[in-house]
C-alpha cells in the first residue's frame, strides 16, 4: 500500500491536531480549523486543544475511521498511516500529536510542530510516543 500524505505544519501553537487531519484528508490547515470552529464548536480565537474524539469526529467527516486509542508498545502495532500521542515535556502524557506513516519498509513521522524543519522524521531516539491509533479510510 503507497500512502501519500504531506506534512502540514500547525499555524497556531495548540493546532497540531488539526494539522495531522489536515495531513491525513489532504486539506488545508485553514480549511480544517474552520471544520472545528463550524462542527466541534471550537472558539475562532482558539485555542485548538484536540483530544482523540475530537480527531476522530473530524477525520469521519472525511471518510476515516480512527481506531481506539491503544498504548503505545512499539512500531511493530502500527497501520500503513496511524496517528501517534507524543510526550514533549517529559510529563509521562502525551501532549503533542504526530502522524506515522509505514510504507513499504520506510517509516517516518511527519511532526506539525512549526520548530521542526525536517519534512519526515526518522529520529525514533527523540520521539516519544505514549499512545497511537490506527487510521483506515471506510
Not at 21 to 31: F, L, N
Not at 84 to 111: I, N, P, Q, T
Amino acid at each position: 500500500m503507497t500512502v501519500a500524505v504531506q506534512r502540514i505544519v500547525q499555524e497556531d501553537g495548540t493546532g497540531c491536531g488539526l494539522a495531522c487531519v489536515a495531513m491525513v484528508v489532504g486539506c488545508t490547515y485553514a480549511e480544517i480549523r474552520i471544520l472545528a470552529i463550524n462542527e466541534l464548536g471550537f472558539d475562532p480565537a482558539g485555542p485548538f486543544f484536540t483530544d482523540y474524539a475530537d480527531i476522530r469526529a473530524m477525520l469521519a467527516s472525511f471518510g476515516y475511521r480512527l481506531s481506539r486509542r491503544t498504548v503505545f508498545a512499539g512500531y511493530g502495532s502500527l497501520s500503513p498511516l496511524s496517528l501517534l500521542g507524543v510526550e514533549r515535556a517529559g510529563s509521562g502524557e502525551e501532549d503533542h500529536w504526530m502522524v506515522h506513516v509505514k510504507c513499504g519498509l520506510d517509516r517516518y513521522a511527519l511532526d506539525p510542530a512549526g520548530q521542526v524543519k525536517s519534512e519526515r522524521r526518522r529520529d525514533w531516539w527523540r520521539i516519544f510516543p505514549v499512545s497511537y491509533a490506527n487510521i483506515t479510510k471506510f
